[in-house]
């Protein structure tokens, strides 16, 4: 399945059939933009003109049925305009337009009969087949749908690019801090023990307890050390969230908010990589890896 970013653009235009029996009908055409951005639930706005409000609830089912996700507006404008050239009148109309001024004149003698100029203005304008723009929008929406989906998904497929790639960049890092914790612990608890040392000779505690027992409280305090500024599992894990990322990307859908729970993971063990680190190479990789971690959390916020 795709991934989908709640990022996107579409519009549609329709028009109504004409007339099967061949009358007048008013050129109309109606135009459906939808436009959508980051958002964490559904939430949908329209603007359309009155006369096609009853369409709203169907309207609204159409997108929640296509998107679970994202802040859309939907924008429906009509237009109405009569043919710039003159109708040919049909019979119909001529003969409603007489059996009208008749019963007019028999009301009001003294009226004044209709010039031919009026009743091509009435037959051009008034006297036209209705126009129903129901079904034309309905069309008009269904493909505005089709084409914000579409959008969505290119812009899904870029921002797993980028998360590809930023996934990759965090394993170069987790690669590159690995092979320094042997040598960083090793060198953090030699420090340790001159310490030790050198904080016994101070206060004269090695001339009055066994030097086998203050070699021993030393080697236990060494290694107490080391497990506490070994970041080896902090690692493992932050290699186990991104093979999850990665495989969640693949299979694509809606993975919107499982992404964002794996950041928060990425990002508490990168903190926690650099709070424990004891030399400065691991609280550079950490540095990156939180820099990284950042510019995923931007993109994640913009998936469905």
Sequence with gaps: MPVYSMTGYANSVAQPPKAEDGSHMIQAAVSVELRSVNGRFLDLSMRMPEELRGLEPQLRDLIAARFKRGKIE??????????????????????????????VRAWLPQAAPLSVHE???????????????????????????????????REGEKLVAILNERIKRLRELADE???????????????????????????????????EALQERALNEAAAFAIRI????????????????????????????????LIQELHREANTLGSKSAALELTNV???????????????????
Excluded at 87 to 92: G, I, N, T, V
Excluded at 287 to 298: C, G, L, S
């Design 177 to 211: 801090a690995e092979p320094l914790l042997p040598a960083v612990v090793a060198r953090q608890q030699q420090r340790f023990l001159e310490r030790w040392q050198e904080a016994l000779a101070t206060t004269g505690a090695a001339s009055s307890v066994p030097k």
């Design 74 to 103: 939907l924008r429906i404008n009509s237009q109405r305009e009569a043919d710039g050239s003159w109708p040919q009148p049909q019979p119909e109309q001529l003969n409603r337009l007489a059996n009208l001024e008749a019963k």
């Design 230 to 261: 070994d970041v080896a599992e902090e690692l493992g894990r932050l290699r186990a969230h991104l093979e999850e990322l990665s495989r969640l990307l693949k299979k694509g859908g809606e993975l919107g908010k499982r992404l964002d729970f």
């Design 119 to 153: 009743a091509l203005n009435w037959c051009k304008s008034g006297g036209g087949a209705p126009v129903q723009l129901d079904a034309a929008t309905l069309e008009a929406a269904k493909a505005c749908v089709e084409g914000l989906a579409e959008s969505r998904e």
């Design 286 to 304: 950490s540095v990156e890896m939180k820099v990284a971690i950042e510019q995923m959390r931007e993109q994640v916020q913009n998936i469905e």
